[in-house]
C-alpha cells in the first residue's frame, strides 16, 4: 500500500515552534500586541490570520525565521516509530510537502538533514506541492494522512482514503470523507481495525 504523509503538523510540530516565533515578531519587530484572533484554520496560513498580519509582514516573517523554524521544529511522538513499523509491515512511503525553496538558505538540504537526524524514513518525498490532491492520483496513493482540511479534502475527494492529524487549528472542521486521528499510535490502529494490513 502507498501512504502520503505530510511533514508539517504531521511528522512534525510546526505549530508550536512558529507559533512562538509569530509572537516574537508581532510584539518585538511589528510592535503589536501578542493576542490573537481565534481562528480554525483550513490551511496553513493560520499565523498571519491569528495576528492580523499583512502579505508583506507574512514574507517577511517566513523570510527571516524559515530556516530557524525548521531546524527546531521536533517530530510529533511516535512519529518515526510509526513510520518505521509502516514501512516494515510492507508500505510504501511518500512523503508529500508543500516546502518550498528560499534564496537564504537550501530547504531540501534542510529537510532531508531534519528527517535523516529524527529517524524518519520514506521511499520518496516530493517538495513544492501546491496541490496534493493532483501528486495523491498521480503517484497512486492509497492512504494519505496531512493536517490541513483543505488538501485532506481535495484528496478525499479524489476517492482515496484520507485521516486528517488532530491539531489546535484545524478543531472544528468535519467532513465524512476525512477520519480525525488524534495521534501517530492512533493513526496505526485505525489502518490495522480497517483491514488495510
Known amino acids: 500500500m502507498k501512504i502520503g504523509i ?3 503538523d504531521t511528522i512534525a510540530d510546526l505549530y ?3 507559533f512562538a516565533y509569530a509572537q516574537k515578531y508581532t510584539i518585538e519587530e511589528l510592535g ?15 499565523l498571519n490570520a491569528m495576528h492580523g498580519w499583512n502579505e508583506e509582514e507574512e514574507m517577511n516573517f517566513w523570510r527571516r525565521y524559515y530556516q530557524e523554524i525548521l531546524m527546531l521544529e ?4 511516535f512519529a518515526a516509530e510509526t513510520i518505521q513499523q509502516l514501512k516494515s509491515d510492507g508500505h510504501e512511503i511518500v512523503i508529500v510537502t508543500a516546502r518550498y525553496p528560499e534564496e537564504n538558505f537550501d530547504v531540501e538540504e534542510t529537510t532531508l538533514k531534519w528527517l535523516k537526524e529524527n ?3 520514506y521511499d520518496e518525498i516530493i517538495f513544492e506541492v501546491s496541490d496534493k490532491a493532483k501528486v495523491a492520483v498521480e503517484k497512486g496513493l492509497e492512504v494519505f494522512l496531512d493536517d490541513s482540511f483543505q488538501n485532506c479534502l481535495a484528496v478525499a475527494n479524489k476517492g482515496v482514503q484520507t485521516f486528517m492529524m488532530n491539531t489546535r487549528t484545524n478543531k472544528g472542521l468535519v467532513d465524512d470523507k476525512i477520519e480525525r486521528v488524534y ?3 492512533d493513526f496505526y490502529s485505525k489502518i490495522k481495525k480497517e483491514g488495510k494490513f
Not at 503589536?32 to 480554525?40: H, L, W
Open 6 to 8: 505530510d511533514i508539517d
Open 32 to 46: 503589536r500586541s501578542a493576542e490573537i484572533q481565534d481562528y480554525t484554520a483550513k490551511h496553513h496560513f493560520y
Open 74 to 77: 521536533k517530530p510529533f511522538t
Open 183 to 185: 495521534s501517530w499510535p
Open 119 to 121: 529517524d524518519i524514513v
Open 16 to 18: 508550536e515552534v512558529s
